[in-house]
């Protein structure tokens, strides 16, 4: 299983980034692919997931309403829009795979990709 991330970079406060995570290796559409981040300092936090065969999808609090995180099966590869960014959403994100069709924090995510970083200026 092999998930390549990328699309961060610097953006100002209040914009827009996307980012991409290409994913081989496992059943596409039923497998929970997630969006996590770390920031300097503090734990590495889970922030999106989604299960595309059965549009299940989850968020954290803290991008509830800001981020969408969505999958292209065609491509096998999951996005996550972020809007309206703060300087708190500064971190290196990191997707991850996790084999069961179902989102959630508890789960195990065994496969991960290397982190690509965002750093939103005040």
């Known amino acids: 299983v092999q998930l390549q991330a990328s699309g961060g970079g610097l953006v100002q406060a209040g914009g827009s980034l996307r980012l991409s995570c290409a994913v081989s290796?496992?059943?596409?559409?039923?497998?929970?692919i997630a969006w996590f981040r770390q920031a300097p300092g503090k734990e590495r936090e889970g922030v999106a997931c989604?299960?595309?065969?059965?549009?299940?999808?989850v968020y954290s609090d803290s991008v509830k309403g800001r981020f969408t995180i969505a999958s292209d099966n065609a491509k096998n590869t999951v996005y996550l829009q972020m809007s309206s960014l703060k300087s708190e959403d500064t971190a290196v994100y990191y997707c991850?795979?996790?084999?069961?069709?179902?989102?959630?924090?508890?789960?195990?995510?065994?496969?991960w990709g290397q982190g690509t970083l965002v750093t939103v200026s005040s």
């Open positions: 989604i299960v595309s065969d059965n549009d299940d999808t």
């Open positions: 290796g496992l059943t596409f559409g039923n497998s929970a």
């Open positions: 991850a795979a996790d084999w069961a069709p179902l989102c959630s924090w508890h789960a195990k995510f065994n496969h």
